[in-house]
Every structure is written in C-alpha cells, then in structure tokens.
C-alpha cells in the first residue's frame, strides 16, 4: 500500500495546479485508503496496471455508499495527457464500478477543469453548479461542476 500512496502522492503533486488547493495531502490518501469504501485505480504509461517497479502515468480514487460511488481525485501526469490514459482509466473505473453493483456515479469538478471534456464523452451529464466553491485561488472564486452516470444495466 505504501508504494501505492507514493504513486499516487508522485502524479497528484505534478497534475494538480496548486493554485487551486485542490490535491489532498498523505495523510489525506493514507486514511481515505484504509476505509473499506474507498477505492483506486493505478495506470501506466503504457495502459496498463502497473506490476512491482513500473511507473504510474495516472490514479483515480473513489468512494463507495451502498449503489452510488464518488470519484474523488482523478489525475494524469502531464507528461502522459492526450495520449489516451486518461480515457482508458475512467474506463476503467466505470466498469470496476458497474461491475460491483453500482447504478451511478458522481463527481464533482471546478468550472475550468480540462477534464472536463473527457467526463462528458463518458456520458457525464452536469446536474449541479456550486457558484464560488472554489475560494483558495488567487483569482476570483470558480464554481463547482457537479456530473451524474447512470451505469445500471
């Protein structure tokens, strides 16, 4: 697990700008992973889960109550953006998810995420705006996206 926190510590500190305050800290990962609710997902560069000694490209990490799951932090190194990894591990995701028995997903984002594209190919649809949720920047404050997924089958 220690291995899998620092992959997770080592994509979260180069992906996430700090200017918006928005990546957890160890301590945050460490205790959220040791909740029997919480899941996540590794990625390597080449699409795959990484074996002992491979590098990790990417991470997803989630939160299980009872039919629904939150995605709480979803990130790509930026030396692997646009190249399909991030694709491949909210699919990942999805599926692992549906596979359990989940009905629907969540997320929530701020206004100007990139990622945002890629959760609406996915079949993310807004249901929610937080106005100034975000207030840790140093520009004005961004609202908060809120998306859904229906995954039953």
């Known amino acids: 697990m220690k291995d899998h926190v620092d992959h997770i ?5 180069a992906a996430f700008d700090p200017a918006y305050g928005e990546a957890w800290n160890r301590r945050q990962v460490s205790d ?35 039919d629904e799951e939150e995605l709480l932090l979803f990130a790509v190194h930026p030396d692997h953006r646009r190249l399909g990894i991030g694709r491949k591990l ?11 028995g989940v009905v629907r997903l969540f997320l929530e984002m701020r206004d100007n995420n990139t990622a945002e594209e890629l959760y609406r190919k996915h079949g993310f649809s807004q249901i929610g705006r937080r106005k100034n949720y975000y207030r840790n920047t140093s520009a004005n ?9 229906e995954i039953a089958d």
Do not use: Q
Not at 9 to 13: A, C, G, I
Not at 90 to 100: N, W
Not at 141 to 149: G, N, R, S
């Open 9 to 13: 510590m080592s994509v979260m500190e």
């Open 32 to 66: 959220s992973l040791a909740m029997p609710n919480t899941h996540y997902w590794l990625i390597t560069p080449n699409g795959t889960e990484p074996e002992e000694g491979d590098s990790v490209a990417g991470f997803a990490m989630s939160r299980n109550a009872v």
């Open 90 to 100: 909210l699919s990942k995701f999805i599926k692992d998810c549906r596979d359990r």
């Open 141 to 149: 404050p961004i609202d908060a996206l809120t998306f859904t997924l």
